[in-house]
């Protein structure tokens, strides 16, 4: 899968795609991510990427030419069907949830767009296919937006975590929260580990797994279990 990020902050990236599973998976060749600077495509002595409001008001707004220049390079602006998947991260878009996560991971090619200031100049959005929100407060940009779907996307693609049970029973997946885990000392603090996890009893253990699963999302996420009821 191919991901390209727009951005007027491409530092942000470095840390975040250069660690753990992503940094693995790019390595393996599983997934190619790229950072462009959308100052890059700016064509003024200054790099001038933002301007003040038309019609007044506080900030500074995205200006459309660098943005349309930046998709223009990446093919975004051509006929529907032969090009990537544009998506602004926006706190107006569509909730991404694990549903969203597991469906763009089965596209080949999609372009994230990152915001900042007021957010763009509008008229963008004709080159825009889907707007996505990661939840119903405002950051300073969509750089982080834009990594939580990297991340949550690169997940779901085979191979990029090593065991594939490990992401089918985590939150969500199934619809429920996952089961609490734990690890050695089987004894902290006075505190144990649940027998069961020790009887190597397998269809036991498995059996306590479900039952903690539902415990646990009926307790916090009822919504989940009314929902999973439904579909
Ligand atoms: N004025 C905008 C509004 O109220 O809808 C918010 C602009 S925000 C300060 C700057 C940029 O951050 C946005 O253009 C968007 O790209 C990104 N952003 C902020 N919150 C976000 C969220 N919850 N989900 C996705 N992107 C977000």
Known sequence: MKIDILTLFP???KGPLTESLIAKAR???IISIMVHDIRSFTKDRHRTADDKPFGGGPGMVMKIEPVHGALKKLGCTGKKGKKP???YLSPQGKPFDQQKAKDLSKKKHIVLLCGHYEGIDERIMKWVDLELSIGDYVLTGGEIPAMAVV???SRMIPGVVKEA???ENDSFY???LDCP???RPAVFEGMKVPEVLLSGHHKKIEEWKKAQVLARTSKRRPDLISRKKKA
């Open 165 to 167: 049970g490990s992401v």
């Open 174 to 176: 199934g619809g429920l």
């Open 85 to 87: 998947l544009v998506i």
């Open 27 to 29: 390595e393996k060749g």
């Open 11 to 13: 530092g942000m990236f």
């Open 151 to 153: 991340d949550a996307v």
């Open 181 to 183: 885990h734990y690890t």
